[in-house]
């Protein structure tokens, strides 16, 4: 039998020989010469011409930017190599405290007005004591961090010390702590941190940013569009770590600025891109807005909520658009609304160009109470105006005076007749389910219960009561102690604190804080006054809102200057008036004489319309985002008329 064993020799043989032969390139084969390795090419004929054309130089403004640690994040042990930051903040010199955050080319200064010096905006939104917090390492934009860290010595909420793992010691040098990267396309989220953080928005934040949105497009449809959005989703993750911050003292607000700088870089250089994405930049910006205003010192660090509003103006969201257009919408002027209300300020959107269907005889049945909530903000936002222009001095003559009363007393009527018309006309699911006085529960509280089901109801019910007590303090021919707006405010008042004293839904802390601010300035009884101060401390400790600036604020409102006055108050305090909820109906009054100017309480100025977004729009010669905004080439649809 024939083998192949000589030829299977003789091919073993002749591989050997050949790898015993030094390889050559096919260069040194071409040219027959020893191939050497690292030998390289040489290139003789090498021609060098200047450029036909040399630009200028004198007016570049050029600036670098170390993005080492972030391209070495990117490999196994690369940051490592790095010191870490906490080392090299040490040279950096500090910042003083009252220095504006802006971005790296200084746009978004805050306005300021020759006339008046703004307050600050911690006093309405959730902010702390600025002295009890210390500062933190250096911020990426901007070449040097603000200094704030907040610290909340609470852990009652959902995500407490018990419910969340304590976070591990801030360590960057670890590649496995870095930033979401800059992919397209992702799966499920894979990090225990960025999970939690999302869990936190979902749960906390985007609880209350839903309460207007029947959709809830920021709890239940935006996280999924942030997958593939690492903007989108790096603004989600800096709410949910800034919210753990405030609830958990365990977490600090570092991680919650590393997102936040890393969101605010993308938005930036995406809108220099005249092709991005103008309803993914519209939407990331609402989201930092809110960021911004869950930290302290929001005055200084309004970086986007101009922003913001310019760009859902430029994707032309207004009450008519449907779907995160109306969601956007409605969370920015609904942010805006409050904060006027809290400064004696003016709507900077007039309210007559939201487009907001005004007809109560649509939408009447059930399911719709959206759309009757949006209705009764106009009517706030208009009752907002009013008080805002009260006029501070009298006209020059008394017929001039005589007209001006004239036609306040008559746009009074009509904001009266407006608001009183929703009441009588929102479907009954929007109307109290339960109603019980004081001395008919257990609970001990001072206010009745009223009990109202959906979140959206408890919200229109807020600024409902906000909007009647407003009115009463600003009638233009009687004073608040008249008995008829005594009772009217003493009314609303009992009634308002009854739904914050009882509710149990944290997504409408952000409107109760404004509004039952409002309604305690009526309260005369002491027990009223201090169980009120317990309300805002149960808030506080349960959503994270900064609720201590209301007591400094009310109990200056309420005289409490010392213990004499109180006891003197004790023994003269008479219970208050605790009508039941009904509409109020006014007797006929006739238009007297022209009273004397009234008294004018020390507060703001009025009329001024909101400063932060007065130019809040691309058209405006001081628009936001300066030297950052390019016009887009693409442009949302045209909204249509949306049935709510």
């Known amino acids: 039998m024939?083998?192949?064993?000589?030829?299977?020799?003789?091919?073993?043989?002749?591989?050997?020989?050949?790898?015993?032969?030094?390889?050559?390139?096919?260069?040194?084969?071409?040219?027959?010469?020893?191939?050497?390795?690292?030998?390289r090419l040489n290139f003789i004929d090498t021609k060098v011409k200047s450029p036909p054309i040399t630009p200028p130089t004198d007016d570049w403004d050029v600036t670098f930017r170390d993005e080492s640690r972030e391209i070495a994040s990117e490999y196994r042990?690369?940051?490592?190599?790095?010191?870490?930051?906490?080392?090299?903040?040490?040279?950096?010199?500090?910042?003083?405290?009252?220095?504006?955050?802006?971005f790296s080319s200084g746009v978004m200064n805050t306005p300021t007005l020759a006339h008046q010096q703004l307050p600050s905006?911690?006093?309405?939104?959730?902010?702390?004591?600025?002295?009890?917090?210390?500062?933190?390492?250096?911020?990426?934009?901007?070449?040097?961090?603000?200094?704030?860290?907040?610290?909340?010595?609470?852990?009652?909420?959902?995500?407490?010390?018990?419910?969340?793992?304590?976070?591990?010691?801030?360590?960057?040098?670890?590649?496995?702590?870095?930033?979401?990267?800059?992919?397209?396309?992702?799966?499920?989220?894979?990090?225990?941190?960025?999970?939690?953080?999302?869990?936190?928005?979902?749960?906390?934040?985007?609880?209350?940013?839903?309460?207007?949105?029947?959709?809830?497009?920021?709890?239940?449809?935006?996280?999924?569009?942030?997958?593939?959005?690492?903007?989108?989703?790096?603004?989600?993750?800096?709410?949910?770590?800034?919210?753990?911050?405030?609830?958990?003292?365990?977490?600090?607000?570092d991680k919650a600025l590393h997102y936040y700088d890393d969101a605010t870089t993308r938005l930036l250089e995406a809108l220099q891109n005249p092709n991005r994405n103008t309803v993914t930049c519209a939407t990331t910006a609402v989201i930092l807005n809110v960021y911004e205003i869950m930290s302290e010192r929001p005055l200084q660090r309004m970086n986007h909520i101009a922003g913001a509003r310019a760009l859902i103006k430029e994707c032309r969201w207004t009450a008519k658009s449907s779907g995160v257009g109306a969601a956007c919408f409605w969370i920015n002027v609904g942010m805006e609304l409050l904060s006027c209300i809290r400064f004696n300020w003016q709507v900077a959107w007039d309210p007559d160009l939201w487009g907001v269907d005004m007809d109560f005889s649509r939408e009447i049945e059930y399911g719709r109470e959206e759309g009757w909530t949006y209705r009764l903000m106009y009517i706030v936002a208009k009752i907002a105006n009013f008080?805002?222009?009260?006029?501070?001095?009298?006209?020059?003559?008394?017929?001039?005076?005589?007209?001006?009363?004239?036609?306040?007393?008559?746009?009074?009527?009509?904001?009266?007749?407006?608001?009183?018309?929703?009441?009588?006309?929102?479907?009954?699911?929007?109307?109290?389910?339960?109603?019980?006085?004081?001395?008919?529960t257990s609970s001990k509280s001072a206010f009745p219960e009223v009990w109202l089901i959906k979140r959206t109801t408890i919200v229109a019910r807020l600024f409902y009561h906000t909007g009647m007590c407003l009115l009463a303090q600003t009638h233009p021919l009687l004073s608040t102690r008249s008995p008829d707006m005594n009772d009217l405010q003493q009314s609303h008042a009992h009634d308002l604190c009854g739904i914050v004293a009882h509710v149990k839904d944290r997504g409408v802390a952000s409107v109760a804080i404004r509004s039952l601010a409002i309604a305690a300035e009526c309260l005369v009884s002491r027990r009223e006054q201090e169980e009120v101060l317990e309300i805002f401390d149960r808030i506080q400790k349960e959503t994270g809102w900064r609720t201590g600036f209301l007591h400094?604020?009310?109990?200056?409102?309420?005289?409490?200057?010392?213990?004499?006055?109180?006891?003197?108050?004790?023994?003269?305090?008479?219970?208050?008036?605790?009508?039941?909820?009904?509409?109020?109906?006014?007797?006929?009054?006739?238009?007297?004489?022209?009273?004397?100017?009234?008294?004018?309480?020390?507060?703001?100025?009025?009329?001024?319309?909101?400063?932060?977004?007065?130019?809040?729009?691309?058209?405006?010669p001081s628009h936001p985002y300066q030297s950052h905004y390019v016009a887009p080439l693409h442009l949302p649809p045209q909204p249509q008329y949306n049935q709510y």
């Open 2 to 39: 024939a083998t192949n064993e000589p030829a299977v020799g003789a091919a073993t043989t002749e591989n050997a020989a050949a790898a015993a032969r030094p390889k050559r390139c096919q260069n040194c084969r071409k040219s027959s010469r020893t191939c050497k390795r690292g030998v």
């Open 77 to 102: 042990g690369g940051l490592g190599r790095y010191a870490s930051i906490s080392q090299e903040a040490e040279e950096v010199p500090d910042i003083k405290d009252e220095a504006l955050y802006q």
């Open 121 to 253: 905006l911690q006093q309405s939104l959730p902010a702390g004591d600025m002295d009890s917090y210390p500062p933190v390492s250096q911020r990426r934009l901007d070449n040097s961090r603000e200094q704030h860290i907040h610290s909340a010595n609470n852990t009652d909420s959902t995500f407490t010390s018990q419910t969340i793992p304590p976070p591990p010691l801030p360590n960057y040098n670890n590649s496995k702590q870095t930033l979401t990267p800059p992919s397209e396309d992702r799966g499920p989220l894979d990090s225990p941190e960025e999970l939690l953080f999302m869990q936190v928005f979902v749960e906390e934040v985007g609880l209350w940013m839903d309460s207007l949105d029947p959709y809830k497009h920021f709890s239940r449809l935006l996280p999924f569009d942030s997958l593939h959005e690492p903007m989108l989703l790096n603004a989600f993750l800096a709410c949910g770590a800034r919210h753990l911050a405030l609830v958990n003292p365990a977490y600090h607000e």
């Open 387 to 440: 008080r805002s222009s009260v006029p501070r001095q009298a006209e020059s003559t008394q017929h001039a005076e005589q007209v001006r009363l004239t036609n306040r007393f008559n746009e009074w009527n009509r904001l009266k007749d407006w608001i009183d018309s929703w009441n009588n006309n929102v479907p009954r699911t929007m109307q109290p389910m339960g109603y019980l006085q004081p001395h008919q």
């Open 552 to 620: 400094k604020e009310l109990k200056e409102k309420w005289d409490w200057n010392n213990e004499e006055q109180y006891q003197q108050q004790q023994s003269q305090n008479l219970p208050a008036a605790m009508l039941p909820l009904q509409s109020y109906q006014f007797p006929p009054t006739n238009l007297p004489s022209v009273p004397p100017p009234p008294s004018l309480k020390q507060g703001p100025r009025q009329g001024i319309i909101n400063p932060i977004l007065r130019s809040a729009d691309f058209s405006a």
